[in-house]
């Protein structure tokens, strides 16, 4: 299997280059957010813990979110891999989809890190939001966003570093630009299992 975590900072471009790379390499596209919503309006038991959470301003915890990742794991077993976006968020969470991977026989081949300034990432998000007219990523909002990511996320970058699966990729240029590096990076691996 050929499982990809798609990593980086707010407006790095995840969400675009992960629609690439789902169409190139026919992978199951994993998002912990549309994974919540879909979990919240099917009403299944971690939906409805989920969404009672949320209505109150609380962070979902992380067994809710595993159990959430383990599920489509489980219902998705017939694909040719997964790309993980937004999640594993944490160095915890990491070693949880390690050891969900490991009890089905496979494991995160590669984490592609998207590297983008933070000024060029601040551009990006202001963009975003006049064009999608998202009121709440403001420069404080978004510098808020960047900080938390820094602080907290940033070091899942490690965590695989640390076992020789972490690749960064310079996400700046055009999509096409950013997409043949990150489809260099994949094919290396597969030409490598293959």
């Given amino acids: 299997m050929l499982n990809i975590v798609i990593f980086g ?3 790095a471009g995840k969400g675009t280059q992960s629609k690439l790379i789902i169409d190139k390499y026919k992978l199951m596209h994993l998002s912990t957010g549309d994974i919540l919503r879909g979990e919240m309006a099917n009403e299944t038991p971690l939906g409805l813990e989920a969404k009672n959470l949320i209505e109150k301003g609380e962070l979902v915890p992380d067994d809710i ?3 959430m990742v ?3 794991i489980d219902n998705n077993s017939d ?3 997964f790309i993980f976006d937004g999640f594993p968020r944490t160095n915890d969470q990491a070693r949880a989809l390690d050891n969900i991977l490991e009890e089905r026989g496979t494991s995160i ?13 601040i551009k990006r998000l202001l963009k975003r939001a006049e064009e999608e007219g998202r009121k709440d990523d403001n420069i404080d909002v978004i510098r808020n966003r960047i900080k938390v990511y820094n602080e907290v996320t940033s070091s899942v970058a490690d965590y695989y570093a640390e076992t020789g699966r972490h690749r960064p ?3 700046t240029g055009s999509v096409e630009e950013i997409f043949d ?3 260099a990076v994949i094919d290396e691996l597969e030409n490598k299992a293959g």
């Avoid at 081949?109 to 990432?121: A, C, D, H, Y």
């Fill in 9 to 11: 900072p707010p407006g």
């Fill in 65 to 67: 979110v595993i159990g």
């Fill in 70 to 72: 383990k599920n489509k």
């Fill in 79 to 81: 694909h040719k891999g």
């Fill in 109 to 121: 081949s590669v984490m592609i890190s998207l590297e983008v300034e933070e000024e060029e990432l």
């Fill in 169 to 171: 990729v310079v996400g």
């Fill in 181 to 183: 590096r990150i489809s």
